[in-house]
C-alpha cells in the first residue's frame, strides 16, 4: 500500500473487466487497507544539541520529528522522552494534524554539575501492537564563564628561615576554576605588595609558584604579607593572603665598639678607675643576641656592666710600671645562639711612670 499509494489517505486501485463476446464493461475498485507494517523512525538516530548552561528554564528546542509510511492510526501517534530530570518534551501540533517534538528545558544546566545529558526520544505509533522508533539525543552543555577561580586554602602562613637561599620556592599558591577552556585557565598576580617584597620575592604567573629571588635578613624585615590574585580568561578572581615570617638565624657576630679609651694609665691611679668605655651588640634577636662580655687573662681590670649595652673597664688592683709596664687587656663578647658567635678588642694600655721610687745604693757600706 505505500508504496502504490504513498502519503493517499484511500488506497483505491481502479481496474476493468470486459466480457468477451457481451461487449460490457465491468468496473472494479480495489482499496487497500493499511496494515501496521511499519515502524516510526528518525531519520537521524543519533543528534547532538549544543545548549548554553546559561539557557533559561523553559526554553524549547525543536526535535526531528519521526516518520511512519503507515497511515491513519498506524501513523506516528505519541513521543516520550526518557534519560534525564533536566529535560521534559512538549508535542506542538501543526496545521495538517502533524506533531513536532520539542525539547523543554526543565531544570537549569550546570555544565561543571553534568556536561553531558543522554535522553531518549521514543515515537510510538497507534497500531494494534503498536510500533515504536527511537532516538538517541546527546545534549553537550556549553560552557559560560560562571565560575570565579578559587584559592585553596584561601590563606597562606609561611615560616621561613632567613638563611633560606636564593632561588628555593617557598610556597606554590594554587586557585581552581571549574569552567572549561579560557574560563578556567587561572594566571597568578602579586596584588598587594610592598616595594621590598617585590624585590624579595617572584610570583610565576602560570604556575603559581613562589620563590625566593633575594636573601632574607630577619634584622631588617622579620615578616612579609603579599595579597596574590588569581584570574581566569573572563576576568573572573579571587585573592589569597600570605603571610611570612621570618624566623632568625645567628647569622651576626656580637660586636664591639669602643666608645672611649685610655692609653696611658698613671701607676698611681686608684682604684675603680675608668680605663675605656664600651658598647656592644648583636643585631640577631631572641638567643642569638643575648650577648656575655668578659675580659680575658688575670689582669688588675675587671667589667663593670651599665645600662644599655655599655660597659666599663676599671682597675681592680693597684698597678706598678716597675712590674708590668703595658697590658693589652682583651675584652671578649659571645653570644647565646646555639652555635656561638663572638668577637674580641684588645685595648692596649701604657703605664706611666710616676716618682714612687727613691735612689737607692745597691750596697749600704763601700
Ligand atoms: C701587646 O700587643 C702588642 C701588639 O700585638 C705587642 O707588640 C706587645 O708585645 C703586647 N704586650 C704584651 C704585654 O703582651
Known amino acids: 500500500r505505500e508504496q502504490l499509494c504513498e502519503s493517499v489517505q484511500q488506497c483505491v486501485l481502479h481496474c476493468e473487466v470486459i466480457v468477451e463476446g457481451e461487449m460490457q464493461v465491468y468496473g472494479i475498485e480495489v482499496e487497500i ?9 528518525f531519520r537521524e538516530p ?6 548554553s548552561e546559561m539557557t533559561s528554564q523553559g526554553s524549547r528546542f525543536p526535535l526531528r520529528d519521526a516518520q511512519d509510511e503507515d497511515s491513519g492510526q498506524n501513523s506516528v501517534q505519541s513521543y516520550e522522552l526518557s534519560g534525564d530530570e533536566h529535560f521534559s518534551l512538549a508535542v506542538q501540533t501543526g496545521p495538517h494534524g502533524d506533531r513536532r517534538p520539542e525539547l523543554v528545558l526543565a531544570k537549569a544546566l550546570d555544565r ?4 553531558f545529558h543522554e535522553l531518549v526520544l521514543r515515537a510510538s505509533d497507534g497500531g494494534e501492537p503498536s510500533r515504536t522508533g527511537t532516538a538517541h539525543i546527546r545534549v553537550s552543555v556549553l560552557d559560560v564563564n560562571d565560575n570565579a577561580p578559587v584559592f585553596s586554602p584561601a590563606e597562606y ?8 637561599p636564593v632561588g628555593s620556592t617557598l610556597v606554590t599558591v594554587t586557585a581552581t576554576d571549574t569552567d572549561e577552556g579560557i574560563y578556567g585557565h587561572v594566571k597568578y598576580l602579586m596584588k598587594k605588595f610592598t616595594e621590598k617584597a617585590s624585590k624579595i620575592f617572584q610570583l610565576d604567573s602560570e604556575t603559581g609558584v613562589i620563590t625566593l629571588v633575594q636573601s632574607l635578613d630577619f634584622e631588617e624585615g622579620d615578616s612579609f604579607e603579599l595579597v596574590v590574585q588569581a584570574q581566569d580568561g573572563g576576568g573572573l578572581y579571587d585573592t589569597a593572603k600570605i603571610r611570612i615570617t621570618v624566623t632568625d638565624v645567628n647569622d651576626n657576630a656580637p660586636e664591639i665598639s669602643i666608645r672611649s679609651v685610655l692609653s696611658t694609665i698613671s701607676e698611681d691611679a686608684p682604684l675603680g ?29 675587671r667589667l663593670q656592666s651599665l645600662q644599655g649595652s655599655l660597659y666599663r673597664v676599671v682597675t681592680s688592683r693597684g698597678l706598678d710600671r716597675e712590674a708590668v709596664s ?10 647565646s645562639g646555639l652555635r656561638a658567635l663572638w668577637s674580641s ?22
Not at 561543571?112 to 556536561?115: G, I, L, S
Not at 678607675?273 to 687573662?297: F, P, T, W
Not at 678588642?345 to 763601700?366: G, I, K, Q, W
Open 33 to 41: 487497507t493499511d496494515t501496521n507494517d511499519h515502524a516510526p523512525s
Open 46 to 51: 543519533e543528534t547532538e544539541l549544543r545548549i
Open 112 to 115: 561543571e554539575m553534568t556536561a
Open 157 to 164: 602562613m609561611l615560616r621561613v628561615s632567613e638563611d633560606m
Open 273 to 301: 678607675m675608668v680605663v675605656a668605655l664600651l658598647h656592644v651588640r648583636d643585631q640577631d634577636s631572641g638567643a642569638n643576641g643575648k650577648v656575655q662580655c668578659s675580659l680575658v687573662g688575670g689582669l688588675p681590670f
Open 326 to 335: 703595658e697590658y693589652n687587656v682583651t675584652v671578649r663578647v659571645v653570644d
Open 345 to 366: 678588642v684588645v685595648l692596649s694600655l701604657h703605664v706611666l711612670d710616676v716618682n714612687d721610687n727613691a735612689p737607692m745604693f745597691a750596697e749600704e757600706r763601700y
